[in-house]
């Protein structure tokens, strides 16, 4: 049996136990990571350069980008190293400052995507007043407010965490850290403080979450009022990328979190917290590039630009 101050390191689930898998497994999530870092990087450019891009709507979106960065960022690399290295350990240090930044950035995104329902619901439900609610000062003081509660929740959960005595080893079911793992390392008697502030933080999810669902009902029923065809058209254009990477990012997170005990095993494990922490960085990009015209012109336009100098 062990405890907190004996452990030094975690072992992190493998993808593979065979080097050609490992090596296939490491040039993988090379090119998901590459990918992911290009097309964020892309669009926050674009959004920075081009001044008919500085509104709300895309002052936000350059904030998901950047939240998508430092998601990517901080479970893939140590995932490749340990590939290619042949190895499963992680640091206890290590671990808690991966548990921290993916609360970070995970939590901040999910307030981000609910502020951005608002926007939404501001820009067609009371599209007069878009200008006095959603000023340059107001954006700003919501998109800090929705960095600064993902510091505080994931603070206030890695500290948390990381206070309860280990007694079941050092062994994570997953290939990063995350609460659920190392809480099934804990003593049976000292979990239970932590999954009160579970509880608290699944409450609040539950009230954003119903928020973007109350935000687009009144959307929705605001969009079938206009009369022409081409104006709902538009309307719904705007509204239907926010809405896929909202439902991409609830859904595999539900799934992970509260699958039944039944179906669970390692390999699934492996292949929720795949698609909830790796595959939406990478393909949030392409979907709000590939339905807005606005940020085409602007990716195109810029890259025309680069190209085109001396």
């Known amino acids: 049996m062990s405890n907190s101050s004996s452990i030094t390191q975690f072992l992190l689930l493998a993808f593979a136990d065979r080097r050609e898998l490992q090596l296939l497994h490491f040039w993988l999530f090379?090119?998901?990571?590459?990918?992911?870092?290009?097309?964020?990087?892309?669009?926050?450019?674009?959004?920075?350069?081009?001044?008919?891009?500085?509104?709300?709507?895309?002052?936000f979106l350059l904030n998901l980008s950047l939240i998508e960065l430092g998601c990517i960022s901080t479970t893939v690399p140590k995932s490749m190293a340990n590939s290619l290295w042949d190895t499963r350990a992680i640091s206890y240090q290590g671990c808690a400052a991966q548990l921290f930044f993916f609360l970070f950035f995970i939590s901040a995104e999910y307030f981000l995507l609910t502020i951005m329902s608002y926007d939404r619901y501001v820009a067609i439900c009371k599209p007069l007043h878009y200008g006095t609610l959603l000023g340059s000062r107001a954006c700003v003081h919501m998109a800090a407010a929705a960095w600064g509660s993902g510091f505080l929740h994931a603070l206030l959960h890695t500290a948390n965490t990381f206070s309860l005595p280990l007694c079941q080893g050092n062994v994570l079911d997953q290939f990063f850290c995350e609460i659920p793992q190392i809480l099934k390392l804990s003593c049976l008697h000292s979990y239970l403080r932590e999954l009160g502030v579970v509880i608290f933080a699944s409450l609040l999810g539950f009230v954003c979450f119903v928020f973007i669902v109350v935000s687009y009902v009144q959307i929705f029923r605001a969009v079938l009022r206009i009369p022409s065809e081409q104006g709902r058209h538009k309307a719904f254009s705007t509204c239907v990328p926010h809405l896929a990477v909202v439902s991409l990012f609830v859904s595999t997170g539900i799934f992970a979190y509260m699958k039944p005990p039944s179906i669970s095993s390692p390999s699934l494990n492996l292949v929720v917290s795949f698609l909830y922490s790796v595959v939406p960085p990478a393909v949030n990009p392409l979907i709000y590039s590939m339905r807005n015209k606005e940020l085409k012109c602007a990716l195109r336009k810029l890259m025309t630009d680069v190209f085109q100098q001396p």
């Open 30 to 59: 090379l090119g998901i990571c590459l990918a992911a870092l290009l097309a964020n990087g892309l669009i926050i450019t674009t959004i920075a350069c081009d001044h008919h891009l500085h509104t709300p709507m895309y002052f």
